[in-house]
């Protein structure tokens, strides 16, 4: 455990399946209890599988003081994520999240959602107010993902200034954050998305 202060950002998350197999499901739910039972986090875990349930789950988070990290666990495309047959861009989902989660770090754990023109996810940050939203610009192999989540998810617990937090990433993973494309936008403290 590092020797610096816990700066707990409880977590929401939203997850949808991952395939057809549902006795043996895939889940970030084991990720979610890990990074709490070492951090001290609290999380919310809620599944999600269609555009209305995406919009009524949303509206279930209430703006809480020690809440501050969303992850949208869910398959995605460049610009979007994938609802079972439905498709959901960043705009859309922008209007469904409002201003509630202002000063949220948003992590879209999904393949390649956030590989679009870094203005179009300016303008989520800014219609949504989050302070920062983070994400994958690659087709990610599952447990990779799943280890980049949770360092991510960790780490988040110890750093208040974000671009701190991704200059430590980048010291520590640069390797993983290649494989991933994990980016975050807007850029941190001069750093370059995702370099």
Excluded at 76 to 91: C, P
Excluded at 140 to 166: H, K, P
Aim: aromatic residues 10%; glycine residues 8%; contains cysteine.
């Amino acid at each position: 455990m590092p020797r610096v202060p816990k700066y707990l950002k409880n977590i929401a998350c939203l997850e949808s399946l991952w395939d057809e197999d549902l006795e043996n499901r895939l889940s970030v739910l084991p990720i979610l209890e890990l990074t709490a039972r070492t951090t001290s986090a609290k999380f919310i875990y809620l599944t999600c599988n269609t555009q209305e349930e995406l919009e009524h789950n949303l509206g279930l988070f209430k703006r809480k003081p020690s809440y501050g990290i969303l992850v949208l666990a869910f398959h995605g495309v460049t610009g979007k994520i994938e609802l079972g047959d439905k498709l959901v861009n960043l705009k859309a989902l922008a209007k469904m999240m409002g201003k509630r989660f202002r000063g949220w770090v948003v992590h879209v754990a999904s393949c390649s959602t956030v590989m679009i023109d870094e203005d179009q996810l300016t303008q989520f940050v800014e219609a949504t107010g989050v302070a920062m939203v983070m994400g994958y610009t690659k087709l990610v192999d599952w447990t990779e993902g799943a280890v980049m989540d949770l360092l991510l998810l960790r780490w988040l617990q110890y750093y208040r200034d974000l671009g701190a937090l991704w200059k430590h990433l980048l010291k520590n993973y640069p390797d993983l954050m290649e494989l991933t494309g994990l980016q975050a936008f807007p850029a941190l403290n001069g750093a370059t998305n995702g370099s």
